[in-house]
C-alpha cells in the first residue's frame, strides 16, 4: 500500500514515482487526506529535484481528475483558448478572441484574475460592465451562437491545484517549473477546449526572468499538451516593459476597443494580438497557412468584423456594446496628472514591474485575491524603450482617485526608467514559437 510518506521520499531521493503514486498523492490533497505540511514537504522536494516529463504529464492527468471536467463535445469546429503566464498591460485576449470568432472559430475561454503586479481579463471585462460568470449552459450556448464567450473558471475545475498553489505561495516553490506547468496545463485542459495557444512571458514583469527560462517552460506545458490529446503551440513574448500602452482595467479595455475599431492599429499591443490571433486560426484548421491566417486577421480588422463580435461579446455578457465605439464611455477616474521625467536621453528600459506596482497602489490591482479594486484607475504611457525623451516631454499620465495615491504612483515610473545617452532598440515582441516536434 502507497504511503504520503514514501511518495515525498522517493522525491527526496531522487527516485521516480509511477503514475499510480501520483495520483494517490494527488487524490489524497483533494480529498484532505494528505496533511498540509505532507504537501509543502512534497512541494519543496519538487522544488530542489524537479520531475520528469513524463512525471508531470501524470501530475497533470491527476490534477484534472481531481475535478469536474468541462465538455465542449457539443460545439462544431476545433474549440481553441489561449492562456498568458501574467503580464502587463496584456490585452490581448479581448483582442484575439473576437478576431478568432469572428473568422468562424470557437473560442471558450476561463480567464483568471489580476494579483500584485500582474493584470486579469476578468477584471478588465468586469470595468467594462460585463458578467463573467455564467453557468455552463449558458457558456456552452454562447460559444455556439456567437463563437466567443469569456467567463469566470469554477471552483470545481482542478482543486487539487487549489491546494497546492496556495501551498507554493507560502512556501517558496512558485518558481518549479513541472510545479508551474503542471499548475497552468491542469486548468487549461479542464476547460475543454481541443487546442491550446500559450503566451509564455519573459522578463522584468513576467514570472520567468529570462528568454530561456521561458523556453523550458513552453517547451514542457506543450509537450504535456501533446501528450494529452491537444494540439499546443506558445509563443515566448517579451515583458521587459509594458505590452500596451495602459494599465488598469478600464484604461486597458478602451485600448482593445480602440485596437478593434481601428483607432489604435500599429502597436505593440495590436501587433501581438494579430499574430496570436492568426495561430489561433491555424490551430482551428480555419488557416492553411501562416500567410493566410495573417491576411484573414488583417481583413477582419480592416472591415470591422472584429469590433462588431466584440460588440456581440459585450452584449451577450451583459455590457452596454457602444463602448467599442465609444470607449470613453468606460469608468474614468477623476484625477489626472501628467508625468515629466525632467531628464532627458533614450529610453533604455521601462519596468514592467515597477509600472504594475504603480497601477496597484493606485488601486488597480491586488495583492490578495479578496481585494477590491477600482476599474478606473492606472496609468497611460506616452512613449516606449528606444524613444527620445526630453525633459518637458509628457511621459506617462496617472489616473487617480485619490490625491494622496498619486505620488506613489509617480515614484513607482520615475523608479521605472532608466535612460541612455545612445540610441537603444528594444527587444523583440515575440521572440521565438515552441511547438511539439515529434
Given amino acids: ?55 508531470t504529464v501524470w501530475l497533470t492527468q491527476a490534477m484534472i481528475d481531481s ?54 481579463t476578468l477584471d478588465k471585462m468586469e470595468a467594462a460592465g460585463l458578467s463573467v460568470d455564467l453557468s455552463s449552459e449558458q457558456f456552452l450556448r454562447q460559444v455556439s451562437e456567437i463563437g466567443v464567450a469569456v467567463i469566470s473558471q469554477t471552483a470545481k475545475l482542478v482543486p487539487a491545484d487549489g491546494v497546492l498553489y496556495s501551498l507554493r505561495d507560502v512556501t517558496a516553490t512558485i518558481d518549479s517549473v513541472p510545479l508551474i506547468a503542471s499548475s497552468v496545463m491542469s486548468k487549461k485542459l479542464a476547460c475543454g477546449a481541443q487546442a491550446i495557444l500559450l503566451d509564455v512571458k519573459y522578463g522584468d514583469g513576467a514570472f520567468m526572468g529570462d528568454l530561456e527560462s521561458a523556453r523550458e517552460l ?41 485596437v478593434l475599431n481601428g483607432t489604435s492599429t500599429d502597436t505593440p499591443l495590436a501587433r501581438v494580438s494579430q499574430r496570436l490571433a492568426a495561430q489561433l486560426l491555424l490551430l482551428s484548421d480555419l488557416a492553411e497557412t501562416s500567410e493566410e491566417a495573417d491576411r484573414r486577421v488583417k481583413e477582419l480588422l480592416e472591415s470591422g468584423a472584429g469590433a462588431k463580435k466584440l460588440e456581440q461579446l459585450i452584449a451577450a455578457q451583459g455590457g452596454d456594446p457602444a463602448v467599442v465605439a465609444h470607449p470613453e464611455k468606460l469608468p474614468q477616474a477623476p ?55 526630453n525633459s518637458q516631454d509628457v511621459f506617462a499620465v496617472v489616473h487617480a482617485s485619490k490625491e494622496e495615491d498619486v505620488a506613489l504612483a509617480v515614484t513607482e515610473i520615475e523608479q521605472a526608467v532608466t535612460l541612455s545617452e545612445n540610441p537603444v532598440e528594444a527587444s523583440p515582441e515575440i521572440a521565438d514559437w515552441v511547438e511539439h516536434t515529434g
Avoid at 479581448?94 to 494579483?115: D, E, F, H, T, Y
Fill in 67 to 120: 475535478g469536474e471536467v468541462v465538455d465542449l463535445s457539443s460545439l462544431d469546429g476545433i474549440t481553441v483558448d489561449k492562456h498568458s503566464t501574467g503580464g502587463v498591460g496584456d490585452t490581448t485576449t479581448l483582442i484575439l478572441a473576437p478576431l478568432v470568432a469572428a473568422a468562424g472559430g470557437k473560442v471558450a475561454k476561463m480567464s483568471g484574475r489580476g494579483l500584485g503586479h500582474t493584470g486579469g
Fill in 218 to 258: 513552453a517547451k514542457l506545458m506543450v509537450e504535456i499538451g501533446h501528450s494529452l490529446g491537444r494540439r499546443t503551440k506558445a509563443a515566448l513574448t517579451s515583458m521587459e516593459q509594458p505590452l500596451g500602452s495602459s494599465i488598469g482595467n478600464a484604461l486597458e479595455f478602451k485600448e482593445a476597443c480602440e
Fill in 1 to 55: 500500500m502507497i504511503t504520503s510518506v514514501e511518495v515525498i521520499s522517493r522525491v527526496r531521493d531522487r527516485q521516480p514515482l509511477t503514475e499510480e503514486e501520483l495520483r494517490f498523492f494527488v487524490t489524497g490533497i483533494g480529498n484532505g487526506e494528505v496533511e498540509t505540511h505532507q504537501a509543502a514537504a512534497w512541494l519543496m522536494a519538487v522544488r530542489l529535484n524537479g520531475l520528469s516529463r513524463q512525471e
Fill in 335 to 389: 484625477i489626472r496628472h501628467e508625468v515629466k521625467l525632467k531628464r532627458e536621453g533614450y529610453l533604455k528600459s521601462l519596468s514592467a514591474l515597477r509600472l504594475g506596482l504603480a497601477a496597484l497602489k493606485l488601486g488597480a490591482g491586488r495583492r490578495r485575491k479578496s481585494d477590491p479594486i477600482d476599474p478606473a484607475v492606472g496609468l497611460t504611457l506616452r512613449r516606449r524603450v528606444g524613444d527620445k525623451i
